[in-house]
């Protein structure tokens, strides 16, 4: 009987459990739409693997710029190990996989600000001309009061790193300090570096991955000499605030939508869990059925037969 078993019955059983688990992750939008920048993409990469305690699938895992689907990144990822077993469901996910939304966000040119007029707090536009005045001066005259402006651009991909600490990102900026003459071209009057590192906090609700950020260290400096860098101390404090109260609550009233991660029609992540670990991150849920999975699979099965 137990040879029978081993080599009839039970190969014929996880073949039909594949093929139905198969018919059920069809339900799954893989490759969609994430807003009008990007898309992701959460196409199998393999067949599901059937353990003596799970079932494994490997996801790409990938966003990409809606306008070149096919400038990627690397997949230099490292090997996800989940060793836990309390929850239903557990979701790794690696550095790789932030790091391609951040960087499709950077080549679809989102990370670009530009902070003038009403946008741009007076305590600030004061420190920035009293700091400029020589330089407003020596241009022309005339520009003493015409509004300042700044100008903030990301110059290379974010980049995100994982810990059992947590997980941060790090943002390298271009900043330019322009004077705007009314009906003329904005006049540059200075260039700046800024580095920021970013906390990030994810989170899941629902099918949802969401992530909140929080600016924990930043400088500026210039580009040009060691003697304009330390001109520019006074003003860390008042840049960083901008920052604090202006473009890190537009970005995370942002992320707060987060993306969908790839689960069938019918079934919720509930009692979710993350846990850092070096290199990814893993989380885990216990599932919520909105009907039977035997229900699911059959509905699954009749629209199948009802398209044909």
Avoid: W
Avoid at 18 to 25: D, E, F, M
Avoid at 88 to 107: Q, R, V
Avoid at 109 to 121: D, I, K, L, Q, S
Avoid at 243 to 262: A, D, E, F
Wanted: aromatic share 8%; glycine share 6%.
């Amino acid at each position: 009987m137990r040879f029978v078993l081993n080599q009839k019955i039970c190969p014929s059983l996880k073949h039909a459990a594949l093929v139905l688990v198969n018919q059920l992750l069809e339900t799954i939008p893989v490759r969609t739409e994430v807003d009008k920048y990007v898309g992701i993409d959460y196409s199998l990469l393999s067949d599901p693997v059937v353990t003596g305690s799970s079932l494994d699938m490997h996801f790409k895992g990938m966003f990409y710029d809606l306008h070149n689907e096919n400038d990627t990144l690397v997949n230099d990822a490292v090997n996800l190990v989940v060793r836990e077993y309390d929850r239903m469901i557990y979701l790794a996910l690696s550095e790789y996989f932030f790091d391609t939304g951040l960087y499709s966000y950077f080549k679809g040119g989102v990370f670009r600000m530009h902070v003038a007029n009403e946008r741009m707090p007076k305590d600030l536009e004061m420190l920035l001309r009293t700091t400029y005045f020589g330089a407003i001066m020596m241009l022309n005259p005339a520009l003493m009061d015409a509004p300042i402006s700044l100008e903030l651009e990301v110059t290379s991909a974010p980049k995100s790193t994982i810990k059992t600490s947590g997980a941060t990102v790090a943002v390298h900026s271009g900043v330019r300090v322009l004077v705007l003459p009314p009906g003329k071209a904005p006049v540059q009057l200075s260039s700046m570096t800024m580095e920021s590192k970013f906390i990030a906090k994810v989170s899941m609700k629902g099918k949802r991955l969401a992530i909140h950020l929080d600016l924990r260290r930043f400088k500026i400096f210039s580009t040009q000499s060691a003697l304009e860098s330390l001109a520019l101390i006074p003003l860390q404090a008042p840049i960083k605030t901008l920052l604090q109260i202006t473009v890190v609550p537009l970005i995370n009233n942002y992320t707060k939508k987060g993306v969908q991660i790839p689960l069938p029609d019918g079934i919720d992540f509930i009692e979710e869990v993350v846990e850092y670990n070096n290199g990814y991150i893993i989380v885990g849920a216990n599932l919520y059925f909105k009907s039977g999975l035997r229900e699911m699979i059959e509905k699954s099965l009749s629209g199948d037969n009802n398209s044909i």
